[in-house]
């Protein structure tokens, strides 16, 4: 329903809304007709009018014009099929189409009577809301005489969002995400360029037209202000101009051919666009193609939306699920190389011990040098993978990096200046203080690397509270340690920057580096719950940001080691192993120290020797078997001898797992010698028995 006045004045009455059906080249619009309001002719002229009615009937956008008495005087194709035929014309109407908890927020934004933009929910003809962003701006140079609005649907967006959001937080640790908001285009077309330009302008997103030889023939302001370009200075220009060279190649190969060849449907592309600064930007550009009547091909219209931060955070949860995959995969390397290197270097051990050859001594403890350089690097493999047995606790970096100071000047040498910056009042951090030296040494040894002629390493600490601008949003509301090592080397481009933590890679020469030194202090951080940043350029240096949690109580008094005491022998020992040289090597060293051994390949075997009456002191059993696992085994040994001491062996320590399965069970970590096994089957035998339920967590 519409109102019309008579002539001569008098009180205006309502008429039906006539709905006109224009069918031309296929093309087929539905428009709502106003036959005696002078509105809109009185904002563009009659050709205008019926022009912009045409462009907006066109929009995959809803669009509507409305008087200021809330009357509305066009609706367009698109919110005639998102609301259906029962759409009014009223405002009552159309609010009754916004969800109920957000229509105060609606109605309060029309009543402003200024133009706004605002997010909300509207009522689709199937009853489903989904979420648009409506813009809606005054049309008319002599006072408001009309409303122009506009809903783009950001359902789908906001969806993708809240997923994205949530695949973040989980693999990389509160990772946030900030998605740019996708628009669409939204153009408006009049005989009159002065009012055509105010219409175009107005729209908050770069905008701009292309002629049949791709050269731009209209930008908006705000494309101006996001290319930092005047307009005089880009018409006539090919649009590839303005953006990187394979971008711009793909857009001449393949883009424009098929935007050309559309037919006036909506094409997106992603480009990588140059502002006039230099700087370089990830667009999203939307494009359709107008035709005239003949069906000559006449430009296109379309939008490009700044994506820079949705590809970044795209590109980091990209880097985060791969480095969690291969901190898998180095993790399941590390175990089994573990257990050979067990092998290995308890065969030498004995070996070395056997011989009396001076020759045959020198071989073999080579060989033993170079297995133990192998087992330094399962260390640090685990330590990427995240796997390694740390014990965080309270610990005072102050205090260690003071400690390492003559150790820092041997090793990054004479030409590299070393400076410290420590925070006295620094708080404790939670960390393993036995790999807090290991990083720091690290990140020193790759500074002095990337200064050959000289140069300053600096290393600074300081207190970042919850909440402090610049903290990680990884780290959310808890406060935090920062230790950072810097240098004024030849720094690092994004490149590599992007891929600096992955295991094995290096910049370095053959034979200079192993490319595990960053990966293994990114293992240790991340395992203790810190978060470790890069910042560099090449030629200014680089800082490797390491921010530890808080630790919550004081650092303690670490108290004089007491001497290690001798392995009682005689005892009586079971091995549970299915590896057999693993196993083998373990029986030949016990049984050196003046042990009574027994072995079983497996927790079925190590079940029968229970069931035959065997009795043992203590029992040592592998936790990663095939069939039945070590965990599975000893609960079901203590089932049936309740008081049996355990001593568990692992090549895979899983910290996250193992204080829930083993319960207060010893651990030893391979590869191991013959003191370090000696020592372990001594405190295992000398713990106290515990109530049997206080000792292992049964698996579920």
Known sequence: MWRTRPKGGGQAREKGLPLQHNSKKGQHATTIERQNDPVLADVLGGAGATFLRAVLDALPQIAAIVRPDGIAEFYNRALRDYAGSALGIDRHARLALVHPEDRARVAQAVAAGVAYVIEARLRRQDGAFRWHVIRAAPLGERGMLAWLATAADIDDVRRADERLDRQVAERTERLHAQIAERARVQSVLSDSEARYRALYNRTPMALHSVDAAARIIDVNDYWCQLFGYARDEVLGHALPE??????????RADAWPDMASSGGTVRTFEYRFRKRSGEVFHGRLS??????????????????????????????????????????????????????????????????????????????????????RGAKLTEQLLAFARKQHLQPRAVDPNRIVAGMGELLVRTIGGTVQLRTALDPQLWPALLDPTQVELMILNLAINARDAMPEGGVLTIASANVAAGMPGAPPEIGRRDCVLLSVSDTGTGMSAEVQARAFEPFFTTKDVGKGSGLGLSQVYGLVKQSGGVVRIESRPGDGTTVLLYLLRAGESVAVEAASAP??????????????????????????????????????????ALAALERGEAYDLVLVDIAMARMNGIETVRQLRQRRPALRVLFITGYADTSMLGTQTGSDPVLKKPFNREALGAAVTRALRRPLEPPTARLVPLR
């Open 242 to 251: 303005f953006m990187t060279e394979d971008s711009a190649q793909r857009y």
């Open 287 to 372: 494009s359709r193609g107008e035709w005239d009547a003949q069906g000559g091909f006449v430009r296109t219209w379309a939008a490009t939306a700044d994506i820079t931060v949705q590809k970044d955070t795209e590109e980091k949860l990209v880097q985060a699920q791969k480095m969690e995959v291969v901190g898998q995969l180095t993790g399941g390397v590390a175990h089994d190389f573990n257990n050979l290197l067990t092998a290995v270097l308890g065969n030498l051990e004995l070996l070395e011990r056997c011989s009396s050859d001076a020759t045959t001594a020198r071989f073999v403890q080579s060989a033993r040098r170079s297995a133990e």
């Open 564 to 605: 290690a005491e001798a392995a009682r022998k005689g005892v009586r020992l079971l091995i549970v192993d299915d590896d057999d040289d693993v196993r083998d090597i373990t029986v030949q060293l016990l049984r050196e120290a003046g042990h009574s051994v027994s072995e079983a390949d497996g927790g079925q075997a």
